[in-house]
């Protein structure tokens, strides 16, 4: 699940660093004010009340008009530039780019409808439409008409889900009310007259039943679709496949002793990165989790019981090296085929960001806090075949000020940690090192700079004209 700690803006106002996630969003305030000075032909779909200073926790889709395509790409480059932003995540597709920039204080998922509302390449509203309904707000964002936006989300869920939420259907039943029978089949005229009369009358006589929605959607997707399109739009979709050699999504990992500041810096980036990826940030705890805990899997802890945090990471009793190997093997199946189930398969398709605390690196660093007595070699063994995260986060500063903060652990051994970190950090080409003994601000600004430089990495040599 999104993990958004609910005391994460307690934390940051607590350290006087209010501003991290929750001033306005400078993305959008330099891209609309770009787009009306240079009088782009574009208008926001949905979601459009709180702009330009927010999207209200939304992506932004919006319409651009296909002459101004060119003119659109230019004013995202001269974001970047203005805002220190960067095109962290881009999905290629004719008929609506997916752009996703951010910046350390700031993310924004841009849906870029090109000309149209589409679904699986057939056109069901086309630019006419939505520039015929299109107003300005009284800040001055061009944006499409309440009625028309809600007939236009009726059409998307329907269409593309063969579901809709009972107020989006409302909102469609509201936007058809007192129209004549011109206008509707002018609105509608991407379909037949029968499916044409089907939405209608489903619409006036407030059928929203589930069953009866799917019937709805999937009458009108069929409506739509010709062969030749059918065959284009699954010829698209194979195309995707080569997504699973090249991801869309990210995996970071943060290590660390108790005390270093991991979870803080977790807690300050995640709204950040939620804003910017749409809401798809994960959280998993030391592994992937696709399997169930030891202590569910043998009946000592319930399986929606809340998760005890122990004081002392070193309480426990080490098993024997049957008991070790049986762990150890265990948590590395989860590691390989629990990976590919739960992580690999999302991120391969979808552009989501996993963020761990912790990784299979402490077992071979700290293999006491798993209860592991097995030799180093045996568990470097294991770890080589085990998926590495996109980028490894090493946090950690003073031993002594870290001991003063949760003092556990003794002295020598958060030295051996922090020590063989550095040396990790040092060593990896996949991890950096973020010191945690200055300002909580130094320390986020650090591993926000770590991550988009990682995530900008892929998009360098491309050109999205």
Same mark, same amino acid.
């Given at each position: ?63 651009? !008009? ?25 999905? !290629? ?34 630019? /006419? ?19 028309? /936006? ?26 058809? !009310? ?58 698209? =979709? ?28 977790? /807690? ?65 199946? /989860? ?12 991120? !391969? ?67 051996? =940690? ?48």
């Amino acid at each position: 699940m999104v993990r958004l700690c609910k005391d994460s803006y307690t934390i940051l106002k607590l350290y006087k660093i209010d501003n991290i996630g929750m001033k306005s969003n400078t993305i959008t305030l330099s891209l609309f004010r770009l787009l009306n000075e240079r009088q782009v032909n574009y208008c926001v779909l949905r979601h459009y009340e709180e702009l330009p200073e927010s999207t209200n926790k939304s992506d932004l889709d919006i319409y651009v !008009a296909p002459k101004d395509h060119n003119a659109f790409i230019q004013i995202l480059d001269d974001v970047c530039r203005e805002t220190g932003a960067k095109l962290v995540s881009y999905k !290629a597709d004719k008929m609506c780019p997916q752009f996703t920039l951010c910046t350390y204080l700031s993310g924004l998922q841009i849906d870029m409808y090109d000309g149209f509302a589409n679904h699986r390449t057939c056109v069901y509203i086309d630019e /006419d439409i939505i520039t015929a309904n299109t107003f300005v707000t009284e800040k001055g964002i061009r944006a499409l008409s309440p009625e028309a /936006d809600g007939l236009m989300s009726f059409l998307k869920e329907t269409l593309n889900n063969k579901k809709c939420k009972e107020a989006y259907c409302r909102k469609a039943q509201m936007a058809i !009310a007192g129209k004549d029978e011109a206008t509707i089949n002018h609105i509608l005229k991407a379909f037949s007259p029968k499916v044409r009369k089907l939405i209608v009358d489903t619409l006036r006589e407030g059928s929203f039943d589930k069953r009866h929605i799917r019937e709805v959607g999937i009458a009108a997707s069929n409506d739509l679709q010709s062969m030749a399109s059918r065959i284009h739009y699954y010829l698209g =979709q194979l195309g995707k496949l080569k997504r699973f050699g090249k991801p869309l999504g990210y995996t970071v990992a943060f290590l660390g002793t108790d005390g270093s500041g991991k979870s803080t810096i977790i /807690d300050a980036i995640t709204p950040v990165l939620s804003e910017a990826f749409h809401k798809g940030v994960y959280y998993e705890h030391m592994r992937p989790n696709y399997l169930p805990a030891l202590a569910v899997l043998t009946g000592k802890r319930c399986k929606n019981a809340p998760m005890v945090v122990c004081s002392d990471p070193h309480a426990g009793k080490t098993s024997g090296v049957l008991g070790s190997l049986l762990r150890i093997s265990y948590y590395w199946i /989860d590691y390989t085929y629990g990976y590919f189930r739960k992580i690999y398969m999302d991120k !391969a398709v979808k552009n989501h960001v996993w963020i761990f605390d912790r990784y299979f690196y402490d077992y071979i660093n700290d293999p006491q806090r798993a209860c592991i007595g097995l030799p180093k070699w045996l568990l470097k063994w294991y770890g080589l075949f085990v998926p590495p995260p996109d980028l490894v986060i090493c946090v950690g500063t003073d031993p002594e000020k870290i001991h003063r903060r949760k003092p556990e652990l003794l002295i020598e051994e958060v030295r051996r =940690q922090v020590e063989t970190l550095r040396k990790f950090a040092d060593k990896s080409h996949r991890a950096v090192w973020v010191d945690t003994g200055g300002s909580i601000e130094e320390s986020v600004h650090q591993s926000m700079t770590a991550i988009l430089n990682m995530m900008s990495k892929r998009f360098e040599n491309i050109s999205l004209r």
